[in-house]
């Protein structure tokens, strides 16, 4: 079983910037199979920024530029660190990986506002 937490979300000004923390436990972290999700009422959820299994990372095009996704394996925890955040980007945001099975977490809510 794998647990993930996330944190650090919260309302923030347009422009504003945020960092998200997802700590994992219960298996051998491996970010290469971690990535960050958003998702808005009424709406699936979409895939944020992830690492790759070769290591590398991929983002959506409307957080290229602005949002950056890393890892600390000494502290099995990924961050994501949302610059230049704009209302859009307002959304509940969800720690995603994949240890033979899909496991997320609970959420942490991120407010934009104008």
């Known amino acids: 079983q794998v647990q993930l937490v996330e944190s650090g979300g919260g309302l923030v000004q347009a422009g504003g910037s945020l960092r998200l923390s997802c700590a994992a436990s219960?298996?051998?972290?491996?970010?290469?199979?971690m990535a960050w999700y958003r998702q808005t009422p009424g709406n699936e959820r979409e895939l944020v920024a992830g690492f790759t299994p070769g290591g590398s990372t991929k983002y959506a095009d409307s957080v290229k530029g602005r949002f950056t996704i890393s890892g600390d394996n000494a502290k099995n925890t990924v961050y994501l660190q949302m610059n230049s955040l704009r209302p859009e980007d307002t959304a509940v945001y969800y720690c995603?990986?994949?240890?033979?099975?899909?496991?997320w977490g609970k959420g942490t809510l991120v407010t934009v506002s104008s």
């Open positions: 219960g298996s051998n972290f491996n970010r290469n199979f």
């Open positions: 995603y990986t994949w240890d033979g099975m899909d496991y």
